[in-house]
């Protein structure tokens, strides 16, 4: 098993910056890691996900340019800096852990890939 704890959410002004962490622990084998949101009424939205193996790197076109995942394999920790914030930005910001494997597919950007979640933290951006 993973346990994935979020931290770094909090109340930041319209083109402000945030970053959020995500430490995990556990034995299990992750293969890949990613950073989801959902705000109320939606749908859980996929934001960007970052490979063990490599460390290369893919985002949704909603966030590319202004968010970037990172890690820190030591710390087994995953990093979501968010810039230029918007106010509809606002949501639960989760984030998620793979250790399943599927053959032909580079990136995970489904929720259905992920089989290990955080508990998410909030963000909220005024204007």
């Known amino acids: 098993q993973v346990q994935l704890v979020e931290s770094g959410g909090g109340l930041v002004q319209a083109g402000g910056s945030l970053r959020l962490s995500c430490a995990a622990s556990g034995r299990t084998f992750i293969y890949t890691r990613g950073w989801f949101r959902q705000a109320p009424g939606k749908e859980r939205e996929f934001l960007a996900t970052?490979?063990?193996?490599?460390?290369?790197?893919y985002y949704a076109d909603s966030v590319k340019g202004r968010f970037t995942i990172s890690r820190d394999n030591d710390k087994n920790t995953m990093y979501l800096q968010m810039n230029s914030l918007k106010p509809e930005d606002t949501a639960v910001y989760y984030c998620?852990?793979?250790?399943?494997?599927?053959?032909?597919?580079?990136?995970?950007?489904?929720?259905?890939?992920?089989?290990?979640w955080g508990q998410g933290t909030q963000v909220l951006v005024s204007s």
């Open positions: 970052i490979r063990r193996s490599d460390g290369n790197t």
């Open positions: 998620a852990a793979s250790s399943q494997i599927y053959g032909g597919t580079t990136y995970y950007t489904l929720s259905r890939q992920y089989n290990f």
